[in-house]
């Protein structure tokens, strides 16, 4: 029986980065071997920049986790850690599946062809621009490896930011500088760090370029298919190296948008709802929800993940735009102010703009067990769109890399009733309109 195409039009890059992505980590293996450093770190306002510049392969063990979500063998792992105490109701999904795969013994445990089993790490580092789960869980990494371990301190974004904020963020810049000076016996080249935060400002203006072509009808890709693309500019933003110089692959994506828009071919055949979603997806039904959703007419045009990274109308979540001096000052202006790390008001007025300027219809959302520094506002966000824009909001039960946590029969159920109701409703505005 012959395989069912995807309903969706996915992007070509995302083949080359899957394969990219698969090389970095057996080269990580190989570099390890050489006596090279491995640095484990992680997403959002981490200067991963500094440790490119200073040559360290640096991996993220969540986004090693989504990959084993999306590979189906992350429950395997994630039961291993709750016998030993970690609750699965307490304790994020990712951070259970990559402490079990550790207590396994085989750090290398993915099937085969997958991009998992990245490079046990010598030393530790993160910026608290996230959760506060991410320190504790590289405390509990720090103790089974026996390594050093760096924590920089950030300021939540509930507010605009102080020339004393930036002073603060660029501190704890030094402070990481000195420590990873220690770690790999080198000292930072400044000429370095500018080049690579250039890569970096670089990669944000592709990204932004690309997201804004969303706004086309018919929208030329699947926000839930380019989450795959933005996981390259997370791992190798400020990277030289080929084939993981980020920039490239975002020229690739931008050429191959623009030449769908050009052509207007949409990603979706008949595209009849326009959506915006908050959170991170169920990587291990990711495809699913989006083949689910283009049954009927569906399709994410925007989304507050997208943008954890790049500079949108005004709204610095990540970076900032090429040509800057980049000091420790700067890259603080870039990375403090980021999606998980801003206050309540500040996500309402961001996803209202992307929800006006993508001529979104609905929002359906996700109300995501394993993340609750994603999920804490949904409510007032799905609240906010029908009580300021009249848009309609559903939002179904999940969790980011927990299968167990996901009802696909009643998902189903409340897609199916909410897109009846969404037709019903667009049914009327048209009869109206004419």
């Not at 989504?66 to 429950?75: F, K, P």
């Not at 504790?136 to 605009?160: C, H, Q, S």
């Not at 009249?390 to 897109?419: C, N, W």
């Amino acid at each position: 029986m012959a395989e069912q195409k995807p309903l969706v039009k996915r992007l070509k890059v995302n083949e080359e980065i899957n394969a990219a992505m698969k090389k970095y980590v057996a080269e990580g293996w190989r570099a390890k071997r050489e006596g090279e450093k491995i640095c484990w770190t992680t997403g959002g306002g981490t200067p991963i920049e500094l440790l490119h510049a200073m040559d360290v392969w640096c991996y993220l063990p969540e986004v090693q986790s989504a990959t084993a979500a999306s590979d189906q063998v992350i429950v395997q792992y994630q039961t291993l850690a709750e016998r030993k105490g970690y609750s699965i109701d307490g304790v994020c999904p990712y951070m259970r599946g990559n402490i079990g795969e550790i207590i396994s013994g085989r750090p290398q445990g993915y099937p085969p062809g997958t991009s998992g089993g990245i490079p046990i790490p010598d030393f530790l580092i993160s910026f608290k621009t996230i959760c506060g789960t991410l320190i504790y869980w590289w405390e509990a990494l720090k103790r089974r490896f026996d390594i050093p371990m760096f924590v920089g301190d950030t300021i939540f974004y509930n507010r605009p930011i102080e020339d004393c904020d930036v002073r603060y963020y660029a501190d704890s810049m030094r402070d990481c500088v000195s420590f990873l000076e220690k770690q790999t016996g080198k000292k930072l080249d400044p000429e370095r760090l500018k080049e690579a935060q250039e890569l970096t400002a670089k990669v944000g203006e592709l990204m932004n370029k690309i997201l804004e072509l969303n706004k086309n009808v018919p929208a030329p890709f699947d926000e839930l298919d380019f989450m795959s693309t933005a996981l390259a500019a997370l791992w190798w933003k400020g990277c030289r190296k080929r084939p993981w110089n980020a920039v490239e692959f975002f020229e690739k994506a931008l050429a191959e948008v623009e030449g769908r828009v050009k052509n207007r071919v949409g990603a979706l055949g008949d595209e009849k709802f326009r959506l915006v979603f908050d959170s991170n997806p169920p990587w291990y039904k990711f495809g699913w929800i989006g083949d689910y959703l283009a049954q009927k007419g569906a399709i994410y045009v925007t989304s507050s993940f997208n943008r954890y990274w790049t500079k949108y109308n005004g709204f610095n979540y990540g970076w900032c735009v090429t040509g800057r001096d980049w000091s420790f000052e700067d890259i603080g202006r870039c990375n403090i102010p980021n999606w998980i790390n801003a206050g309540i008001e500040e996500r309402l007025k961001y996803l209202t703009k992307l929800a006006k300027d993508y001529q979104v219809d609905a929002g359906i959302f996700m109300d995501n067990r394993g993340c609750r520094i994603l999920s804490y506002s949904m409510l007032d966000e799905a609240a906010y769109l029908e009580r300021e824009l009249g848009i309609p909001t559903m939002l179904y039960e999940g969790s980011m890399a927990d299968p167990r946590h996901f009802d696909e029969e009643k998902v189903k159920g409340q897609l199916d009733t909410f897109l009846e109701m969404l037709g019903e409703k667009k049914k009327k505005r048209n009869k109206v309109r004419n």
